[in-house]
Structure formats: C-alpha cells, structure tokens
C-alpha cells in the first residue's frame, strides 16, 4: 500500500484498539464514533426534478425478447482508478475468523443445505462482468445481469425470456430503448408489491437512469417507464434501495463520461411512482471528492428495506461508504462513513444529504497483490489468468440490508479484503442504532483457509440470523464457484461460526486478458416468509475466455421458520406523507392463503387495530376513503406488528 510509515504505524495502533473492541469491548466503540455533520464545509444545495419521459408499457409476457447478446455491448463502467501492481505488503487484519465453524442443523461443519438451486442467465457472447442481481417475490424470482433478464418460477421454472435489458423499454424511445448499456439492479418492493428493474445510458452526450416499475405483483405484467435524466455526468455503477419515502439512487459521476468527479445520491417519489406519475419528483445532491476523496470513495450503498417493519417515521434515509488508512485515498483511519438523506417532498429545497458519522472499524486492507496488472489478483486452477478482487475500490458490496426488528435498527454489509497475505476474505459489518448514535456492533473478516473468497453479499433474516455468500477459487483445485456461510442471532459476536456451504462447485476457469469479474451479487430475503435467503452470482462450468454460468439458490435457518405466535396483532396509521391523519378510512386485511378478510377503520387520528390476527400467515393490507388514493402493502405476519402504515395521496 502507499501510505507513508507513520500513516503505516498509525494503522496499526488503530488496529490494536479496535482489535481490543473486537474481542468485547464493543461498548466503547460508542465513544470512537466521530460525528462529522457539524464540521461540514459548505453545505451541499439539492437539485429539484422529475422524470423526462413516461409510458406505461403493454404487458411483458406479450412482448417478443430482445435477445442479442453476440451485439451487445455493455458500458465502459467501474472507470476510475485501479489498484497497484504486485504490492505485497500486508497490514493485519484484525477481525479475522480463520476456522470454518461447526453448524448446529446439519452436523459438524454444515450448514443447512440450499433449499432450491438452479442454473440462472448465462454468458452467450455479450457482455463482461456479469454484474449479476436478483431479487424474490410472491411467487417470481427476477435476476439480471449485462445486459439481460429473465423471471422465473421460484422452483427455476423460466417465465420469461432471456431477454436483453431494453426489452422492457420497447416502444419507449430514446436511449433507453436503444442501447442496453448495463449495470442492471432489480428489487422487490415488499412494501408496494411490485417490481423495479433498472439499467443506465451510456453514449451521452445526455445520461439516464432507466427506472421500470410494475404496476402489480406479476412481473410479468405491465411497467411504468421512467427515464431520468442524469445530465452531462454518466451515472457509473448505479445501486438502488426501497425505503419508506422513496426509492434512494447512489452513483459515481463522470463528467462528460469521462472524470470520477464525486457521488450522487437521488430520492425519487416512491408513492408517486407507484401511482404511475408521469413526473415523479426527483431530489438529488452531488457530493464532490474535492480534497478528501476517502469519504466518498469509489461509491456508496444507499439503504435496502428487509422485511415488513419500516423505519421509525421521519427517518432518513441511509449510505453507507468505507474507507482504508492504506488505501489510495489518503483516508486518515480505517472506517465506515455514514451519510443521512432528509427528503422533504412538500419543501423540496429544505432536502439535507451529508455525512453524519465516521465509525472506526477493526483494521483492514483492501489492498491486494494483484500482478502482472492492476485486476489480475484472484488466481485460477489451469491458468495462468487472474480475476479481479475489486477490494481497492474503497466501497462496501451491495447490498446494504436494513432491518427494523423492533427492539433495535440494524444495517448489514461486506466488502473484500486481504484477509491474510495474498489470500482473499470478507470484511462484514452489523451497525445498530443509524438514527441516533450509530455503531458497529459486530463485525468479521471470513477467510478460513488458503481459498479465496471474495465478491459478497450479506442479509439478516427475521430473526437477526445473517447469510452471506460469495465467490471461491484458488490456483490448484477450486475452481470459480459458489459457497456461503453464516450465523445466528445468538453465536458469539464478530464469526460466522455456521460452517460453509457449497452452492455450486465451479469446474473451470475465466481465461480472458480483460480479469473483471462480478462486479456484484446479492443477497436477498423472501418476502412470504422474511426467513429465506435467495443468492445469486457466477461461476464457470467449463473453462472459457468469458462462458460463465449464473445459479439461483436458496437457505433457510429452520430456527426462523418456528412459529413464535399462534395470533398477533397488526395495528397502524393511514395518513398523508406529510403526517396528516386520514380518519373513516376502511381498512382491510386479505389473506394470501386462505382468502379470508378481515376489516377496520381508522379513528379521528388515522388509527386502525387488528387483533387475534392467524400469525404466520401473508396478508395484503390496503384502505379505501374518498378523494384518497391509498396504495397497498404486502405484510407477513409473523409476530406482533404495530406500524403497519399506509400513505395516502390526495386526489
């Protein structure tokens, strides 16, 4: 790494102390965390627009797929600065797990076995890195990558395609419909029922984000088309996150396609835009690197919503960057950097995006010893051919899960590392309490043994039990694959003490000069029973210049699934996103299962109460009052939920 000596000695005291914090003196880390808000030097001025162009599909499943992938081309994304060359020094890393564990479910060093698994999009003469997403609904698995989609069953039945990307903007018009540039995200707003899938412009000399929303549960059906327009910046590495507010949009901006000048973070109007508004309100900031390039990094993650409990009301929305003492940045410490975006939809100009909180972490290094070129780091049986780690890219790996479980707020991410000299692993964190006084309240680097494991993603189910899964490869006998390892709630702080599991054996190797590899996976969580962990990435079945291959799979810990309550109660408030209570709505409840329905009202306070609800059962949950219009939500009623809020529009 390049930081001078004393920068070098300064880590390694960091190290020492977080180490310390590491093995139980978690509480102190309270202390270390340093709030930023206040010394920020000039506030940043938010942008106020909407969309600049609107349609609504026709349904998809009536569409012809475009499927041209030996024409595709992807954009020229992840620009920016590489890592070096062959740097071989190692800072310590002090939150390393180097055993495996031995899981409770399976026997000695097992976890529980994937409950589904099947073969997802494969290369077919587009496009590299795969970039490879996905996410769950009722009934759909939808996954992407460069530049293609499909929806499939959830037992891998396809239902749809493979399609290139701009299949869903046919009739669109534009750069939206005509190129099928790349970075794709899909989501599953469980809170709206519906489906976002996204991809970016890449020709300009105008950018756009390209954003369709279904109008229902069936991904299947028809999309609401938005294009936003991203100005003279491309917007590189686009990632996305369903909050309560909005749907929340982080980038790496290229001026004139060309200069990583900063980041930029977007909130669109979700409950417009579930409404179909043509002109959905679009606030943005664009915070540039100036001359602490470290607090931004190479790109931040805005937050995700898990499961069905949303933020206390008002909450900001949350991105989250790291930063590493050795990094090419000039960072001053290892660390989290914590933004808060205030969106106001009725005073749009009083919008707030800055960095709250710099959070020590336990020292790592993104640094790897890549060689002969900057992306060549991760080494492959039979070649001589390396694969990119992307670790020195200074940002944490989609996605950014967030989880309200009532007694507490947690966020959970990961990011690659050099766990021990030239071996890959993966950094994790748990951060509780973002609203008030933000900490790290676990974390760990996994790296067992000599394999590689890198490009992660990293979930919490309902119960506070955490999956993540990444790639493995070494240079004799494992070849590019699949595994996943994890922890319960109550397994000691800071491991992932669950044993591994294999969710494919790869069998061959990447063989192309161009290394990338990923650049993303992800971890998701089943709505229908907010236990399921769904994951998607590559790996390689054959080796091939860049033939790689995608697997869908799925894991359950039984110990989520154990019904914790015969009957609960669903209770909450109807009123307008300025707060204003909606009194003599009529509230309904309809089961998915059994059909049943059960109905309220709201009081003069916008106030409604289920009680003795059948628990562990999915219902929707939608109200009805005149000159409103009050869009629905899906709720898995598992246990207890006392903010099962509904927004209303005025009409």
Not at 242 to 254: M, N, P
């Amino acid at each position: 790494m390049c930081g001078p000596s004393r920068a070098r000695n300064m880590k390694l005291i960091v190290s020492r102390i977080a180490n310390q914090a590491f093995f139980g003196v978690f509480l102190v880390a309270i202390f270390f965390a340093t709030s930023v808000g206040a010394q920020s030097k000039k506030e940043l001025t938010p942008t106020v627009g909407t969309a600049v162009k609107f349609d609504v599909s026709k349904p998809l499943r009536s569409m012809k797929p475009l499927d041209t992938p030996r024409t595709e081309r992807k954009g020229k994304d992840d620009r920016g600065e590489l890592g070096p060359v062959n740097d071989n020094r190692h800072e310590p890393d002090q939150a390393l797990q180097r055993f495996a564990g031995e899981g409770l479910f399976s026997g000695p060093s097992a976890i529980p076995p994937t409950n589904v698994s099947f073969d997802g999009l494969i290369q077919s003469g587009g496009a590299t890195p795969p970039d490879t997403v996905g996410d769950v609904g009722p009934s759909h698995y939808v996954q992407m990558v460069n530049s293609r989609f499909q929806v499939f069953s959830k037992t891998g039945t396809s239902m749809f395609g493979p399609a290139s990307t701009n299949t869903l903007f046919s009739g669109f018009g534009g750069p939206c419909q005509t190129e099928n540039a790349g970075d794709p995200i899909v989501l599953y707003d469980q809170l709206a029922d519906r489906w976002l899938l996204t991809q970016f412009t890449a020709s300009g000399p105008t950018y756009f984000n390209c954003v369709a929303l279904s109008q229902t549960s069936d991904p299947t059906g028809s999309y609401y088309r938005w294009a936003f327009s991203n100005g003279t910046n491309f917007p590189d590495y686009p990632k996305y996150g369903v909050w309560s507010d909005g749907y929340y949009i982080s980038t790496r901006d290229f001026a004139n396609g060309t200069s990583y000048t900063g980041v930029g973070a977007y909130a669109l109007n979700r409950d417009q835009m579930i409404l179909g508004n043509p002109t959905p309100q679009v606030i943005s900031f664009f915070v540039p690197r100036g001359s602490e390039p470290f607090k931004v990094g190479d790109g931040l993650l805005p937050a995700d919503i898990d499961g069905n409990t949303m933020p206390p009301a008002g909450s900001s929305q949350y991105f989250l960057g790291t930063q590493d003492l050795g990094g090419p940045y000039g960072a001053a410490s290892d660390a989290l950097n914590l933004f808060k975006f205030s969106v106001n939809w009725t005073t749009p100009a009083s919008s707030t995006f800055s960095l709250t909180n710099t959070i020590p972490t336990a020292a790592f290094d993104t640094i790897f010893p890549c060689t002969p070129s900057s992306r060549a780091c991760i080494p492959q049986p039979g070649t001589a051919t390396k694969v990119d780690i992307l670790s020195y890219r200074q940002r944490p790996l989609h996605r950014l899960a967030y989880r309200n479980l009532g007694t507490h707020e947690s966020l959970v991410t990961n990011q690659s590392v050099e766990a021990t000299a030239g071996i890959a692993g993966i950094r994790w964190w748990e951060i509780r309490s973002p609203s008030t006084t933000p900490v790290i309240h676990q974390e760990g680097t996994y790296s067992p043994d000599s394999v590689h494991r890198w490009m992660g993603s990293v979930a919490m189910d309902r119960k506070g039990n955490m999956l993540l899964g990444y790639s493995v490869s070494d240079a004799t006998s494992v070849f590019p694959g699949v595994r996943f390892t994890g922890r319960l709630a109550a397994d000691p702080l800071g491991t992932m003490p669950q044993g591994e599991g294999i969710m494919v054996a790869g069998a061959g190797s990447q063989t192309s000069t161009g290394n990338r590899w990923g650049d993303y996976s992800s971890m998701n969580i089943d709505s229908v029973d907010d236990c399921t962990f769904w994951y998607t990435t590559e790996y390689y079945q054959t080796t091939s210049t860049v033939g790689y291959r995608t697997k869908i799979s799925s894991v359950t810990f039984p110990n989520c699934l154990a019904p914790s309550v015969q009957f609960v109660r669903i209770s909450g408030r109807v009123a307008t996103a300025e707060g204003v209570a909606v009194g003599g709505a009529d509230v309904k409840l309809a089961a998915t299962g059994t059909g049943g329905l059960i109905l309220s009202r709201t009081n003069a306070f916008g106030y409604f109460l289920f009680d003795n609800v059948p628990g562990n059962e999915t219902y929707t949950l939608g109200a009805v009052r005149k000159r409103f219009s009050i869009a629905p939500r899906v709720i898995f009623a598992n246990d207890n939920i006392d903010n099962a809020d509904l927004v209303a529009t005025p009409e």
